[in-house]
């Protein structure tokens, strides 16, 4: 069961969905030619997903689903940028 300070900090659910479409959105990645999209999911998964979300459309929830895969993952970028700069000899210490 969450605790009330879990609950305090997690974001309402309908701004999540609201946020990764703007978000989108300001990136230009709503803009343009659409391409059509079609595939089974489970209803559970579904409502879920819209459920956490706040998105009561199908189509808006397909495309913060694909929002959220399409943002850079700011942890592989630094991990990227910091690559081999330890050099063989650094040893951890635990």
Do not use: N, W
Request: cysteine-free; glycine content about 8%; charged content about 20%.
């Amino acid at each position: 069961m969450p605790h009330d300070h879990d609950l305090a900090a997690r974001p309402a659910p309908a701004s999540i969905g609201a946020a990764l479409l703007e978000e989108a959105r300001q990136a230009g990645l709503l803009d343009g030619k659409t391409e059509h999209v079609s595939f089974r999911v489970p209803k559970a998964l579904l409502d879920a997903a819209k459920r956490e979300t706040g998105l009561p459309s199908t189509s808006e929830l397909g495309l913060a689903a694909l929002a959220m895969l399409a943002r850079p993952d700011p942890v592989a970028a630094a991990m990227r940028q910091i690559r081999g700069t330890l050099g063989p000899s650094h040893t951890l210490e635990y």
